[in-house]
T-cell receptor
Framework: DSGVTQTPKHLITATGQRVTLRCSPRSGDLSVYWYQQSLDQGLQFLIQ???????AKGNILERFSAQQFPDLHSELNLSSLELGDSALYFCASSVRGLNSPLHFGNGTRLTVT | TQLLEQSPQFLSIQEGENLTVYCNSS?????LQWYRQEPGEGPVLLVTVVTGGEVKKLKRLTFQFGDARKDSSLHITAAQPGDTGLYLCAGSNTGNQFYFGTGTSLTVIP
């Protein structure tokens, strides 16, 4: 158990809809990262937060947004969903500090029909 | 984007065989991690290497960080079915951003 909790585990929705994915980091971890994993794209970095502030953006679409709340949990919002958004979405957390590794949750599997 | 290329992409071997997975980049990283991912789960950290030329051993797994901190290798001795999974390397920079490799899917046949 990594200590990172993601909900829901599975999500099935239709094109055009909006969903919210939730992540609770490990106790004490201030950094939260979101990744998208699909079969043909591997693990793609979306966005990073540290203590409530956005720190880095990766390949995140404009239809996607995220935030980290004062209690350090994070949410990833995906809107105007397309079939190609179907993927596993992972949240990871780490302590602050150079070379601190990532601890991943078990992901949310999103299926857009 | 800092790209890491892993090779091979797929590997299917018999139990007891040895194997090496490579992770290469043109970028310098402050550290490199190796993770293993099993179906339906998130990646789990195996090791972090920080110093150029560093070698770390974890039972039957040996990890090496290149002298220039651009590449790494993972060697497994006497592979077992429990080693089956997706192996991912990830390089991190001074901003604590992590860039993942393309992955190596290993299957060890009993």
């Amino acid at each position: 158990d990594s200590g990172v909790t993601q909900t829901p585990k599975h999500l099935i929705t239709a094109t055009g809809q909006r969903v919210t994915l939730r992540c609770s980091p490990r106790s004490g971890d201030l950094s939260v990262y979101w990744y998208q994993q699909s079969l043909d794209q591997g693990l793609q970095f979306l966005i990073q937060y540290y203590n409530g502030e956005e720190r880095a953006k990766g390949n995140i679409l404009e239809r996607f947004s995220a935030q980290q709340f004062p209690d350090l949990h994070s949410e990833l919002n995906l809107s105007s969903l397309e079939l190609g958004d179907s993927a596993l979405y992972f949240c990871a957390s780490s302590v602050r500090g150079l070379n601190s590794p990532l601890h991943f949750g078990n992901g949310t599997r999103l299926t857009v029909t | 984007t800092q790209l890491l290329e892993q090779s091979p992409q797929f590997l299917s071997i018999q139990e007891g065989e040895n194997l090496t997975v490579y992770c290469n980049s043109s970028s310098v990283f402050s550290s490199l991690q190796w993770y293993r991912q099993e179906p339906g789960e998130g990646p789990v950290l195996l090791v972090t290497v920080v110093t150029g030329g560093e070698v770390k051993k974890l039972k039957r797994l040996t990890f090496q960080f290149g002298d220039a901190r651009k590449d790494s290798s993972l060697h497994i001795t006497a592979a077992q079915p429990g080693d089956t999974g997706l192996y991912l390397c990830a390089g991190s920079n001074t901003g604590n951003q992590f860039y993942f490799g393309t992955g190596t899917s290993l299957t060890v046949i009993p």
